[in-house]
């Protein structure tokens, strides 16, 4: 399991690893080190962007949810809301297609695996510091979504939010 918090520019700024799948994500935030870190803390000058699954705290911005109708001002919100937060899930797909191999490793020891994570995650920040834009224009041009992905990340990159996504 990876709890990973990204800037505007796909860069993993924390990762959390190694907790188990069947664990609810709140849970998972609050145990975290960042978890802990902003309950005693809090964030300043900057939100983190999370979806439903986590809870609502001062520096943890979700989309509104509810049964009821949204006003067109909450429904506004939700779309910039959850535009913001596809910058997790285009990074997390960056590392899936740059390295497509440890969909097969096969590791019994947990240890082995989030050592495995977390040597991608700090890979994936070293090749986006790296890279020149080009190359990695090149890298998404056999992904669907990248044009996706490219669009709010240029939209996006200017903000001053974080965004939180968990991958099982």
């Not at 705290?57 to 913001?84: G, W």
Request: hydrophobic content about 40%; charged content about 20%.
């Amino acid at each position: 399991m990876l709890q990973a918090i990204c800037d505007g520019g796909m860069s993993f700024i924390d990762i959390s690893v190694g907790w188990p799948g069947s664990l609810h994500d709140a849970r998972i935030f609050r145990l975290s080190a960042i978890g802990q870190m902003l309950e005693t803390d809090g964030l300043q000058n900057y939100h983190i962007l999370g979806d439903t699954a986590y809870p609502v705290k001062p520096y943890l911005v979700m989309p509104f949810c509810d049964t009821r109708d949204f006003s067109a001002d909450e429904c506004h919100f939700n779309t910039i809301q959850s535009a913001s937060r596809t910058i997790i899930q285009c990074a997390f797909a960056r590392v899936n297609r740059k390295f497509r191999r440890l969909k097969y490793l096969d590791m019994d020891k947990v240890q082995l695996v989030t050592t495995a994570i977390t040597a991608t995650s700090v890979v994936h920040n070293f090749i986006l510091q790296h890279d020149s834009q080009s190359s990695m224009a090149a890298a998404d041009d056999d992904y669907s979504d990248s044009s996706i992905c490219s669009a709010e990340h240029n939209r996006i990159t200017q903000t001053t939010c974080i965004c939180l996504q968990k991958v099982a």
